[in-house]
Every structure is written in C-alpha cells, then in structure tokens.
C-alpha cells in the first residue's frame, strides 16, 4: 500500500503557517523604500502593499487548485513537473538552485548586517556615491557562512533557530502597526504625513517610481508558493488550503498596511524619504520616537533577529536545492550530490554547493549592484549589470509561473470553469503585470542584462543535463 501523510493539520494550524511563511524581513527591509518610491505619499505606499497582496492571493488560488488536487505536490519544482513534465521541472529546480534561493539569501546576509550596524550608528552604505563599508561587507558575509555552517553541520539547531525568529519577527510588526497607528492619528503626525501631498514640497512621482515600488515590495510577500505545500497534511485540503491561503494573505496585507501606515509617527516627510532606497533606518527612528531610544533599540534587534530569521529561512532551502535537482536523477553527477551523510543525516555536498553560489551572488550584490569598493563603482552605472538579483529574481520566478497556469488550464479538463479557467486566466494577468512593472519600473537595459544572464545560467544546465544522458547511455551500452 503506498504511504501517504497524515492529516493532522486543521484550518486555524495552517493559517498561521501561512502567515508565518510568509511574513519575513521584506517589510522592514522595504518599507523605507515604498514610501521613498511614492514620493513619500502615504496612500500611494498603502496602494502598493494592496496590489501586491491581491496578486500573491490570486497566485496562490491557482496553485492551491493543483496542491488539493495532487496531494503529493509539495513545492514549486513539483508543481512545474506537474504541469510540464519532468524537463521543466528540472529548470526550474535549476533557476531556484543557482539564481532565486542563492540570491535572496545573499541579500538577506547583508540586509542583516545593514540592520545590525544600524544598532551601532554604522552606516553601511553610500548608495547613490556606490560606496559601500567595509565593515558591513565582513559581517554580512560572517552572517552568510554561519548561516550555511549551522544548517549543513546541524540542521535540526537550524529548524529550531527559524521557529524562534518566526515568532520574534511577529512581535516589532504587530506592535508598531497597532501602537504606531495609534499614536500617529493621536498626536496629528499621520494627518500631516498625509497633507503632504498638498504641500508646496511635494513633487508627484511618474509611473516609474509606483512600478519599482511594487516590484520590490513583492519581496515583501515572497514564500507564499511554500505555503501551499502543507496541503497533503491539511484536513479536507480542497476546502481549507483556499481558506487558509486567502485568510493568511488578508492577515498579511493588513499587518503590512498598519506597519506602512505606522511609519508615519516619524512626522517629517522628507526624513522618511531619506532613508532611500533601503530604509534600513526608518524602523529604528520609528521606534524610537513612539517608545523611546531604549526601547526603540531593543524592538530593532528585534527586526535585525527577523532578517536573520528569513536569511536562515533561505539557506535551509538552498542546502537542499541541489539535492532535489539530484533526487529526480537529474543534472550534474545526481549520485554525488544527491548524496545524504551518513553522520547526521543531511546533504553536505548539496550545502557545499548552496554556500558556493550564495558567495558568488554576495560578491556580485555587493561589487556589482551595490557599487562596492571604488574599483566595481563603474561597473553599477552600467544598467547592463545593475538589475537588483532579489527583485528580478523573484519576477523571473513569477515569468515561469506563466507555463505551469497554463498547463492547468489545458490538462485539468475535469475541474469547473472558475478553478480551471477563471483563477488561471488571472493568475497569468498578474505574472504579466509584474513583469511590465519591473520592465516599466527599471528599464529594458537591466530586464535584458539579466535575461542574458539567465540564459546562460539555463544553458549550463542544459550542458550538464545533457552530458548526464549521454554518460548514462554509454553506462547501458
């Protein structure tokens, strides 16, 4: 008899698993950016977190469809076999091993260090000069090898590190989306962040702006499409992973919009925008000014926990990556990496790989789109070469979403017209629309450079694929 999971989640267990998935660092990190984006319109910022909520709520409906209806997809490599076969699937287990998880987490290991020298007073960078501290460069790259190191040595301190950090980056948000919200509307700083817009200060964004905004606030939301692999442990799945997904994005985008909202204590418009374009500051003056610099202080090591949280998130995947290209005996010596280690249980080889490619993408964020030292700063102007890897990463994943909707809408003849036709329809109209943001947003040049890029990566793939089947025939002859 085949073995199948338990059913032992009900629908209040798996709404706060989406909420806790997908919940991260990403509001912390661009808030600041939202509303410098929008010209410090407050509505504009708020706008943004909606757009993007109702895009990850459709997304997610789509695949929520193919997750109750094959319990045994648990993940968007599954989902892309699926709906393509097992060719598809092995690119885009591909673009997630080498691109997408490597990457984001790249990025989260200096995003922390940002946070964690902001406790200190440290600027870390001079973005728009492309100049960036050195300091900042060591510890976020300490951050990256610990991270690696803890999960590939030992992955079950790991998995209890990340449910502590889930519920410590809960606390900050919570409280300053109901306290700062609070005292914004009492004390008049929210009325006048709001007036702004009608002051002689004021200077109305174009479109490009808004669109840049959406397409890095979709950081923001990302791990959705890790949520809806719950569904072969969810009690009646067909009903309760729907509920559970559009419930925890509604929680979501309402956490997300008081917090947006709440960052308006600070008052003075141009300070918020300022803060451009990360904002790793904005927080902590946030905080500060509605508890007090102790406090403040104390709920920043808070978000600073948080982005280590998400960074830690991150690496656990990336560890695993290659091993689940190699468990489907595809590309490169499947046998070597797919390989567990016999004394604690865990793909070593296939960590050794994720901390290889999240190095060469932190050498990359830090050198090449961040400016780096003075001798990469030409390199930054060059819109070839300056496409942000988290944000054009995550879009890129959004582009490949394209197939696998459709391919639901050609092979699932048996479901109603709204699951089979309707959710997917709009699901491709959203993945549309962030590429045209991200198009709109930054421009051709980057959207090109990276897709250069992204096709040569594709093509190494391709290359140890196809080596792999040729060796395989010659074994069999």
């Known amino acids: 008899m085949e073995n199948k999971m338990e059913k032992r989640y009900g629908l209040p267990t798996a709404i706060s698993m989406v909420i806790g998935i997908v919940i991260g660092s990403g509001v912390f990190i661009k808030g600041g950016k939202v509303l410098s984006l929008t010209g410090g319109n407050l509505l504009q910022g708020i706008a943004v977190v909606g757009i993007v909520g109702l895009i990850c709520i459709i997304c997610s409906l789509v695949f929520a469809t193919l997750g109750s209806k094959y319990e045994k997809v648990n993940g968007v490599v599954d989902y892309a076999e699926l709906a393509l076969g097992p060719k598809y699937a092995y690119y885009v287990g591909w673009f997630m091993t080498t691109i997408y998880t490597p990457a984001l987490a790249s990025m989260l290991a200096f995003f922390s260090a940002m946070m964690f020298l902001q406790l200190f007073g440290i600027s870390s960078i001079d973005f728009a000069n492309g100049q ?27 998995g209890k590190l990340q449910v502590g950090m889930t519920v410590i980056k809960l606390i900050p948000l919570i409280l300053m989306g109901v306290a700062g919200t609070i005292a914004g509307l009492v004390n008049g700083t929210t009325l006048e962040v709001l007036d702004y817009v009608n002051s002689a200060d004021y200077v109305a964004v174009d479109g490009t702006g808004f669109f840049k905004a959406i397409v890095g606030f979709a950081f923001a939301y990302e791990g959705w499409i890790l949520a809806t692999s719950i569904n072969a442990e969810l009690k009646d799945s067909k009903k309760n992973l729907p509920r559970a997904l559009v419930i925890g994005a509604l929680v979501t985008i309402i956490l997300y919009a008081l917090y947006i909202w709440a960052m308006s204590i600070v008052g003075d418009v141009n300070t918020i925008i300022s803060t451009w374009p990360f904002g790793e500051s904005l ?195």
């Not at 060591?138 to 590939?152: D, E, P, S």
């Not at 897709?451 to 080596?467: N, P, Q, R, S, T």
Request: net charge positive; glycine share 12%.
């Open 132 to 158: 960036v501290n050195a300091v900042a460069i060591g510890v976020g790259a300490g951050f990256l090898m610990i991270g690696y190191g803890i999960n590939a040595l030992s992955p079950k301190i790991a």
């Open 283 to 477: 927080p902590r003056l946030a905080f500060s000014k509605l508890f007090g610099n102790v406090i403040g202080t104390i709920v920043y090591v808070f978000i600073t926990i948080s982005c280590l949280g998400t960074m830690n998130g991150l690496i656990m995947a990336s560890c695993r990556s290659m091993y689940s290209v190699s468990a489907r005996g595809m590309g490169p010596q499947p046998s070597f990496f797919g390989h567990i280690d016999d004394q604690n249980n865990f793909a070593i080889k296939s960590s050794i790989v994720g901390m290889m490619l999240a190095g060469f993408w932190y050498a990359w964020t830090v050198m090449m789109w961040m400016g780096g030292p003075g001798l990469f700063g030409a390199v930054h102007s060059s819109e070839w070469f300056a496409w942000e890897p988290d944000e054009i990463g995550i879009i890129c994943l959004y582009l490949m979403y394209i197939p696998m909707m459709i391919g639901l809408m050609v092979k699932a003849k048996e479901l109603g017209p709204v699951k089979r036709f309707v959710l997917p329809i709009l699901g491709v109209a959203c993945c549309l629309f962030f590429c045209y943001a991200i198009w709109t947003g930054y421009g051709w040049k980057q959207c090109v450079g990276f897709l250069i890029f992204f096709a040569a990566v594709m093509f190494i793939g391709y290359l140890f694929e196809k080596c792999r089947v040729k060796n395989a025939q010659t074994a069999k002859k």
